[in-house]
C-alpha cells in the first residue's frame, strides 16, 4: 500500500474541526478522485499526505513512512523525494525559466533524466517554450510546466489540486489527459482533488469528503 | 550708554546719580588730589600748563566774532582734563584723559565736535612753553598765551584763528583763589578776555572771514562744586564801554551760590561776593527735550547794571558725552554788548 | 465622504505599523542627520558673528602696516593730522597650554564693546580707573576666566559672556604688557565721522595700507569650505535617508491598490484620494520632521564640541560649544522633510493617479525592468561623464563638489544594472537547481532591493572614500611633520634680548641653533607671513618640497630667490620660475614649493638677510636647536633652568607632533561620526527594503518549499541573498570609493584648503568595512529571516489556497 490514511483528524487553529477520523487508502499505480464540497477539507487533507502539514490525531503512512514521526526537514525530504504535487495556482517558480521549471523538482530530488525531461517537454508541447519565464505563458501552458516538473523526478505519487480549476474547458481537457497518460504510463499513483463528476468519473476510484468524513 | 559715555562718567568720577551728586560728578571727594587754598602763587608760564595732581582743569576759550557778511557768529574751542589719579605716567597707561569740545554758533545753527585721548603718548595734552594746547589735529598754540593761534574742525565745520591779547590776564577770586560755595568748595580760575581774533570759519555754506573778541578761561581743581549743587550758569559779557562782567550762579539744593567779577578796560578786577548779581529767567526755549533759559535778565545794582541776555541762538547745545549749552549771547539794557553763555544741569 | 476615505487609508497603518515605524524613522533620519549639519553651520556662522559684533570687527576700515607692527608715534601723528582712529593690539598668548588671542582695544577710542556694556552695567561695576591703569583687567568668556585666575601674574580678570571663546578683551595698554610688545599697535580702525580738511594716507604714513570693511579676512570667509564640506556631507545623509521614505512609501501604496480601486469604485474621485493622500504624507512628514528635529538638535550638540575644537584649531576661528535653538532651524528642517518625503513619494503618486480603475492585481512585471535598468544606467553613466567634464574644466570649490555629485548619483544610477549583468553571470554558471534559483530570485528581487542598494553604495564609497582622504591626509601630515619637525628641541624666549642670550649659551653645546623668525605681511592675497632661515643642512635635507629648481637653496640663501608654500603657489598660480611680489620693492623668483599642513594662510621663505630688508622688526625669539636626540631631554631641563623659562617656552620634537597629531585627528572626529551614521542609515535602508519585500517574499518561496526545501533552509538562503547583494554592492563601492577619495584629494581639498594631498591606499581598511558591509546586511536580513523560520506552514499554503 502507496498511502494509508488512517483516521486522520485535523483542526483549524481556531479549533474548529476539518477533519474527523478520515481514513483512505491509494495502491501503486491506482488513481483516486477527491470530491466534496466547498470547505470539506479535501485541500487539507491533500496538503497532509503531501506532508505540507502536520496533523492532529490518526497517522499517515507514506511509502512506509509514517508521517507523524517526521521533523521538518524529514517532511521536506519526503516531498522531494517520494510525492510531486501539481496545484490550482500552478505556482512555478517566477524567477525561473520554463527548463529550469520543468527540471527543478527532478534535481532537488536528485534524480534528474535529461532524456525523461526533454520528453516530456515534447510531450507536452513545451519545446518551444523552454526559454522563456511563467509570466509570459498562458494558463494552460503553465500549468503543462507544472504537470511536467511533477512527473520528471517519477514521483510514486502525484497529488494534484483542481489542477484545471484555473483553465478554460479545451484547455482542461488537454492538460487533464495528459496528466493522466503520463501518470498510466509512468504507473505513479494519482490522488486528485476536484469538484467536477465528470474529471472524477475518469478515475480508478472516487472517494467523497463531506462533514469531515469520508461518505 | 555706551564704553566713551561710561569713560567720561569715568573722567569726571562721577559715582553715582547726576542730580543728587552735582552735575557731571564735580561733587565727588579729592581722595589723593590736591586741593585748592587760598594765597597760591601763580608762576608762569607754568601754570599755563597741566597741574596733573589735581583733578580737573581746563583751557577754555569763546570768541563772539562778526562775519564780513555781517552776521554775528560764535565759537569754542575747550580742551578738558581729567586725571583718573593724581600722577602722570608715559604710555598707554597714563591716567591722565583729555578732552575737546569745539564749536561754531551760527544766527541759525550750532555745530559741534568732541574728541577723547588720554595723554602718556603725546595724542593730547598741554605744554607750557613754548605754549601749545592740543589733542589730535585741534590746536591753540604760540610762544604764549598772549599769541595764539587756534584751530579745530569736525565732520561740518572747522576753524582757523589767531588771537592777540590786548590786555593783562586777570585774577578772579582771590588772587585766583574762586570759591564755589558757601561749604568753601573752591578752584583756581584765570582769564585772559582781551583777545583781539581774526580769521576763517569753514561751514557747509562756505568760508567766512570773521574777527571780533575771544575770551579764555583757566581752570583748575579737584573738588569745584558743593554736593547740593546740580548745575551752573555761567556768563562773559563784554561790553561796549569797554568793561567786561565774568558771572556765575551755581544752582544748589541749599540755595544758590552767586560769584563775579567786574574788569575794567585797562584789566583791573574786582571780585563781587556772593549775592551781589542776581540772574533772573525770561524766557526758555525746548532745546535737546528740555527747557532751558535762553533769555536772562543780570541785574548788578552796585555797578547800576540790568541787563536783559539773549541767545544768538536758542539751539547751542552741546550733546556731547556730558551734555550742556554753550553759545554767544546778545546784551542789552543799561549796558549793551557781547558776550557767551554756559548752561549745564538743565 | 472624506471621513470614511481617510479612515479606510490610515486603517493600512494600523495593520501594518511596522512599516509606519520605518516611514517615520526614514523621515527623521534625513531630517536629523541634515538639521544637525545645519544647526552646527549656523552655530557657527552665528558664533563668528557674535564675535564680530562682540568684538566690533568687520564694521570699519583698517589700517595696517605690511611689515610688521605700527609704531605708536605713526597712530599719534595720525591722530595729530585729523585721523580719527584706534588702535588695536593683538596676538597670541599660551596659558596653561592653550593658545587664547589677547585683543588689546584702546578703550578711550573703540567703539562701543558688548562686553564692556556688560560690565559696566553689572551689580558690582569695576571702577574704570582700574580698567585703564596698571594692573589693568581683562575680560573673558567664563570658562576662560576660570582657567586664567588659576594662573600667577595676571592682571585681575573679569567675566562676560559677551567675549568671543578664546579671546582675552583688555585696554591695549594692558595687552602691551601681556603680549610684551610696548610701544607696538597691530592695526588701527577708521572710524566713522572724520572731520574736514584731513590730508590723505600717502601724506602721513605712506607705508600703511587701508583695508576696507569688506575686504577683510574673517572666521566667516576662511571657514566657508569647511561648512560647505558639512553641508555635502548633510546633504548625502539626507539622501540615503530619503531612499527609505521612497522604498517604504512606494510598498505602501502598492499595498493599497486594491483599497484604492475598490474606493474608486465605491465613487471616490481619484482627485479627492490625491488630497487624502497628500495630507496624510504632510502629517507624517511633520511628525518624522519633528522626530528628526529632535535627533538632529541632539546630534548637533554632540558634535558642537569637536567642531568647534576642529575650527578654533584650524582657522582659530571663535566658535562656543553651546547648542541653541532657532526657530528658524526648526522651520527650515521641518521644511526640508515635508519637500523630501513629497519628493521621494512624487513617483508613486503619480503611478497611483495614473492607475487605471480596472487594473488586474496580478504579478508583478518584473521582468520589464531589464530595460528600465538598462536606461537608468545610461543616465547614470551620462551624469558620470558630466561629473567629469565640469570637474575638469571649471574652477572652485561648488565645481568639485558637482563632479562629485555627479560621479556619486551616476554611480548609484547604473548599480542596478551592474548588479544585474553580475547575477545573470553568477547564474550561468550556476550548477545546482537551488543555486540557479538563488542567482534568478536575486535577480527578480533587484528592483525592489536597488534604492536600498543604492543607499548602501553611496554610504560605502563614501566611507571609502572619506577614509582613504582622511589616513592619506594622516599619513602625509606624519611624514610632513618628520620633516617640517627636525629640530630636537624648540626654545621661545621671552623677549629679542633673552633670545640672543639663549642663542649665545646654547651655541658651544649644540649642534645648531637655528632661529626661527617670522613677520606677517598683508600681501595682495591676504595675510601673508614670511620666514627667514639661515644656511643648514637640516633644511637641504628635510625641507618637505613639492616642487624646485635647480639649486634651489644656494639661490634661497644668496637672497636670489623665495620658496612659498603650497597654499600661496596654488591661489595665485605661481610655480617654480615665476615671480612673487611681496610688498613695493621687493619681488623674488619662486625657486621652490614646500606643503604646509593645517594652515590656511600663506607663506614664504627667504634668507634671514633679505627678510630684515623686506620688513624689518621680526622677533629673534623663537629657536629650533639641532642635538644628539638623546641629550634632548638634558638640554630641555638646562635651558628651563638657566633661563627661567616656563615649561610650554622648551618643547622637544616628539611633544610638538603628538600636539600637531592630536589636533589633526580632533579635525577629523566630525567627519567619521558622519560617516559611521550615514553607513548605519544605509545598513536601515536595507532593512527597510527587506521589510517591505517581505510579503512579496511568500509567493516565490512556498513553491520552493512545497518543492521539497525547509523553512530553515529557506532562512539561510535568505541571509545569503541579502549578504551576497551587499557583498557584490560593496565590490562595486570599492572603486567608487577610490575615485571619490581622488577627487577628495585632488580637486576639493585644492580647492577647500589649497594643498593637494599624494593617495595611499589602505586595503586594510576596506577588508574591515567589508565585513562591517556583511555585518550589516547579515543584520538586515536576520529578521525577515527568522520571521520565516518560524512562520506557520498554514501561512505558506495559503499561497495555495484556492480562489473558488
Do not use: C
Not at chain 3, 92 to 118: E, F
Not at chain 3, 411 to 434: D, I, M, N
Not at chain 3, 652 to 665: C, E, N, T, V, Y
Amino acid at each position: 500500500m502507496l498511502l494509508n490514511i488512517d483516521k486522520v483528524q485535523k483542526s483549524y487553529p481556531g479549533g474548529r474541526p476539518v477533519l474527523r477520523d478520515v481514513s483512505l487508502t491509494l495502491d501503486q499505480g491506482q488513481t483516486l478522485a477527491l470530491t466534496g464540497e466547498s470547505g470539506s477539507g479535501k485541500s487539507t487533507l491533500l496538503n497532509l499526505a503531501a506532508a505540507l502539514d502536520s496533523f492532529d490525531g490518526g497517522e499517515i503512512t507514506l511509502d512506509g513512512t509514517a508521517l507523524s514521526s517526521l521533523d521538518d526537514g524529514g517532511r521536506a525530504a519526503l516531498r522531494r523525494q517520494s510525492v510531486s504535487l501539481v496545484f490550482q495556482q500552478f505556482n512555478l517558480i517566477p524567477s525561473l525559466t520554463v527548463a529550469q521549471n520543468l527540471s527543478f523538482h527532478a534535481r532537488l530530488a536528485n534524480r534528474e533524466d535529461t532524456n525523461w525531461t526533454a520528453q516530456l517537454a515534447e510531450r507536452l508541447g513545451l519545446s518551444d517554450l523552454l526559454t522563456r519565464y511563467p509570466e509570459n505563458l498562458s494558463g494552460g501552458q503553465q500549468q503543462r510546466v507544472a504537470i511536467g516538473r511533477a512527473m520528471a523526478p517519477r514521483p510514486k505519487l502525484l497529488l494534484a489540486d483542481e489542477p484545471t480549476g484555473n483553465l478554460d474547458e479545451t484547455a482542461s481537457a488537454t492538460v487533464l489527459d495528459l496528466m493522466l497518460s503520463l501518470v498510466v504510463e509512468t504507473g505513479a499513483a494519482l490522488l486528485l482533488v476536484t469538484h467536477s463528476p465528470d474529471i472524477a468519473a475518469r478515475l480508478d476510484r472516487r472517494a467523497h469528503l463531506t462533514g469531515g468524513h469520508i461518505a | 550708554m555706551n564704553v566713551k559715555a561710561w569713560l567720561f562718567i569715568l573722567i569726571l568720577l562721577l559715582p553715582s546719580a547726576l542730580q543728587a551728586q552735582g552735575y557731571a560728578g564735580l561733587g565727588g571727594s579729592a581722595d589723593g588730589f590736591d586741593i585748592p587754598k587760598p594765597g597760591y602763587q601763580f608762576e608762569f608760564p607754568r601754570d599755563h600748563g597741566p597741574h596733573p595732581s589735581f583733578r580737573i582743569e581746563w583751557w577754555y576759550l569763546t570768541a563772539n566774532l562778526t562775519g564780513e557778511d555781517g552776521r554775528d557768529y560764535g565759537i569754542q574751542w575747550t580742551l578738558f582734563r581729567s586725571a583718573l589719579k593724581p600722577t602722570e605716567a608715559e604710555g598707554w597707561q597714563s591716567p591722565q584723559l583729555w578732552l575737546g569740545h569745539a564749536a561754531v554758533t551760527t544766527e541759525e545753527t550750532h555745530y559741534f565736535a568732541e574728541r577723547l585721548s588720554r595723554g602718556g603718548i603725546g595724542q593730547a595734552g598741554v605744554a607750557a612753553e613754548p605754549f601749545e594746547a592740543w589733542i589730535d589735529e585741534w590746536h591753540m598754540r604760540g610762544p604764549n598765551p598772549s599769541a595764539l593761534s587756534l584751530s579745530a574742525s569736525g565732520d561740518e565745520f572747522s576753524y582757523d584763528l589767531s588771537l592777540t591779547a590786548q590786555g593783562p590776564l586777570v585774577f578772579h577770586g582771590e588772587d585766583g583763589y574762586s570759591i564755589k560755595s558757601t561749604d568753601g568748595q573752591a578752584s583756581y580760575y584765570y582769564s585772559q578776555p582781551f583777545y583781539d581774533v581774526e580769521g576763517v570759519l569753514r561751514l557747509p555754506d562756505g568760508d567766512v572771514a570773521v574777527t571780533g573778541k575771544g575770551w579764555l578761561d583757566r581752570e583748575w581743581s579737584s573738588q569745584p562744586l558743593a554736593e547740593d549743587q546740580g548745575g551752573w550758569d555761567w556768563f562773559s559779557l563784554s561790553f561796549d564801554d569797554g568793561n567786561k562782567l565774568m558771572a556765575f550762579r551755581l544752582r544748589g539744593g541749599r540755595g544758590d551760590f552767586t560769584a563775579a567779577t567786574w574788569i575794567t578796560p585797562d584789566g583791573t578786577a574786582t571780585p563781587l561776593p556772593d549775592g551781589s548779581v542776581s540772574f533772573a529767567p525770561l524766557d526758555t526755549a525746548r532745546v535737546a527735550g528740555r527747557d532751558v533759559p535762553v533769555q536772562w535778565r543780570v541785574t548788578l545794582p552796585d555797578r547800576d547794571l540790568e541787563v536783559d541776555v539773549s541767545a544768538i541762538t536758542p539751539d547751542a547745545w552741546m550733546a556731547t558725552r556730558f551734555e550742556y549749552w554753550e553759545g554767544p549771547v546778545t546784551v542789552s539794557g543799561s549796558h549793551s554788548g557781547r558776550g557767551y553763555l554756559e548752561m549745564t544741569g538743565y | 465622504m472624506t471621513g470614511p476615505v481617510i479612515q479606510a487609508l490610515l486603517s493600512h497603518w494600523r495593520r501594518h505599523w511596522l512599516q509606519l515605524a520605518t516611514l517615520l524613522i526614514g523621515i527623521a533620519l534625513a531630517t536629523g542627520l541634515w538639521s544637525a549639519v545645519q544647526a552646527i553651520n549656523a552655530e557657527a556662522r552665528a558664533s563668528y558673528q557674535r564675535a564680530n559684533d562682540q568684538l566690533a570687527l568687520g564694521l570699519f576700515d583698517e589700517l595696517r602696516d605690511p611689515t610688521g607692527p605700527i609704531p605708536i608715534e605713526r597712530y599719534v601723528a595720525l591722530r595729530r593730522a585729523g585721523w580719527q582712529v584706534a588702535a588695536v593690539l593683538e596676538g597670541p598668548l599660551r596659558i596653561s597650554g592653550r593658545t587664547v588671542q589677547v585683543m588689546g582695544v584702546d578703550m578711550v577710542a573703540y567703539p562701543a564693546l558688548p562686553a564692556v556694556t556688560q560690565i559696566e552695567q553689572s551689580e558690582t561695576p569695576p571702577d574704570p580707573a582700574d580698567m585703564l591703569t596698571a594692573p589693568g583687567r581683562l575680560l573673558a568668556a567664563p570658562d576662560l576666566a576660570q582657567v586664567l585666575r588659576g594662573q600667577s601674574g595676571l592682571p585681575p580678570i573679569l567675566t562676560s559672556t559677551a567675549v568671543p571663546p578664546d579671546l582675552i578683551l583688555t585696554d591695549i595698554g594692558v595687552a602691551e604688557t601681556l603680549l610684551d610688545s610696548p610701544g607696538q599697535i597691530s592695526r588701527l580702525m577708521v572710524l566713522p565721522d572724520q572731520p574736514l580738511g584731513v590730508p590723505p594716507l600717502s601724506k602721513i604714513a605712506p607705508e600703511l595700507e587701508r583695508i576696507s570693511a569688506s575686504a577683510q579676512l574673517d572666521a566667516a570667509s576662511l571657514t566657508d569650505s569647511f561648512h560647505l564640506n558639512l553641508t555635502a556631507f548633510g546633504l548625502l545623509s539626507f539622501a540615503v535617508g530619503l531612499f527609505i521614505v521612497h522604498g517604504t512609501v512606494g510598498l505602501a501604496f502598492a499595498q493599497r491598490k486594491a483599497m484604492i480601486r475598490t474606493l474608486r469604485a465605491l465613487g471616490v474621485s481619484m482627485r479627492r484620494l490625491i488630497w487624502v493622500i497628500m495630507a496624510e504624507l504632510t502629517a507624517l512628514a511633520l511628525i518624522g520632521g519633528t522626530l528628526g528635529l529632535i535627533l538632529g538638535f541632539l546630534l548637533a550638540g554632540a558634535l558642537l564640541p569637536d567642531v568647534a575644537a576642529t575650527l578654533r584649531g584650524l582657522y582659530g576661528a571663535p566658535v562656543d560649544g553651546q547648542m541653541s535653538l532657532q526657530p528658524q532651524w526648526a522651520l527650515a528642517g521641518l521644511a526640508m522633510a515635508l519637500a523630501g518625503t513629497l519628493l521621494a513619494s512624487g513617483h508613486a503618486l503619480y503611478r497611483l493617479a495614473r492607475m487605471p480603475l480596472l487594473a488586474g492585481a496580478g504579478v508583478q512585471a518584473w521582468r520589464g525592468a531589464a530595460t528600465g535598468q538598462r536606461n537608468t544606467g545610461l543616465i547614470g553613466l551620462i551624469l558620470i561623464a558630466g561629473g567629469f567634464a565640469i570637474g575638469f574644466t571649471v574652477d572652485g570649490l561648488v565645481a568639485g563638489f558637482v563632479m562629485v555629485g555627479g560621479i556619486l548619483t551616476g554611480a548609484a544610477l547604473t548599480l542596478p544594472y551592474l548588479l544585474s549583468l553580475a547575477l545573470s553571470a553568477f547564474q550561468r554558471r550556476a550548477r545546482g537547481p537551488v543555486a540557479q534559483w538563488i542567482w534568478a530570485d536575486m535577480q527578480a528581487q533587484l528592483p525592489g532591493l536597488s534604492l536600498a542598494l543604492m543607499a548602501l553604495l553611496l554610504a560605502l564609497a563614501a566611507n571609502i572614500g572619506v577614509g582613504t582622504m582622511v589616513s592619506s591626509f594622516r599619513l602625509t601630515f606624519v611624514g610632513w611633520l618628520d620633516q617640517r619637525l627636525t629640530s630636537e628641541v624648540y626654545v621661545t624666549a621671552t623677549d629679542n634680548q633673552q633670545g640672543q642670550q639663549i642663542a649665545q649659551w646654547l651655541e658651544p653645546q649644540v649642534d645648531a641653533v637655528l632661529p626661527i623668525r617670522s613677520i606677517e605681511l598683508s600681501h595682495e592675497t591676504g595675510p601673508l607671513f614670511l620666514y627667514g632661515i639661515v644656511d643648514h643642512q637640516t633644511y637641504r635635507d628635510h625641507w618637505p618640497l613639492i616642487a624646485s629648481s635647480d639649486d634651489v637653496w644656494d639661490r634661497v640663501l644668496m637672497g636670489e630667490a623665495v620658496l612659498i608654500n603650497e597654499q600661496l603657489a596654488r591661489r595665485v598660480g605661481l610655480w617654480p620660475g615665476d615671480t612673487l611680489t611681496l610688498n613695493a620693492g621687493h619681488a623674488l623668483t619662486v625657486a621652490g614649493v614646500y606643503s604646509d599642513y593645517g594652515n590656511p594662510t600663506g607663506q614664504a621663505i627667504v634668507s634671514m638677510p633679505q627678510l630684515d630688508q623686506i620688513a624689518p622688526g621680526a622677533d629673534t625669539r623663537r629657536f629650533g636647536i639641532r642635538l644628539a636626540p638623546e641629550r634632548a631631554t638634558e638640554i630641555t631641563q638646562a635651558l628651563r633652568d638657566q633661563f627661567d623659562l616656563p615649561r610650554r617656552a622648551v618643547v622637544q620634537q616628539a611633544a610638538m607632533k603628538a600636539q600637531s597629531l592630536a589636533i589633526f585627528d580632533k579635525t577629523f572626529v566630525v567627519t567619521s561620526a558622519l560617516n559611521v551614521l550615514t553607513l548605519g542609515v544605509a545598513g536601515f535602508a536595507i532593512l527597510t527594503s527587506l521589510l517591505t519585500l517581505w510579503t512579496q517574499r511568500l509567493p516565490q518561496v512556498a513553491p520552493v518549499w512545497a518543492l521539497g526545501l525547509t523553512r530553515a533552509q529557506l532562512a539561510q538562503l535568505e541571509v545569503l541573498r541579502s549578504v551576497l547583494l551587499a557583498a557584490l554592492t560593496a565590490v562595486l563601492a570599492l572603486p567608487l570609493g577610490l575615485v571619490l577619495a581622488w577627487a577628495l584629494l585632488a580637486v576639493i581639498n585644492v580647492q577647500a584648503f589649497g594643498w593637494r594631498l599624494p593617495m595611499f591606499l589602505f586595503p586594510a581598511d576596506w577588508v574591515y568595512l567589508f565585513v562591517l558591509t556583511l555585518l550589516a546586511a547579515f543584520a538586515a536580513a536576520a529578521l525577515p529571516a527568522l520571521r520565516l523560520m518560524r512562520l506557520p506552514p498554514a501561512d505558506l499554503l495559503k499561497v495555495f489556497a484556492n480562489e473558488r
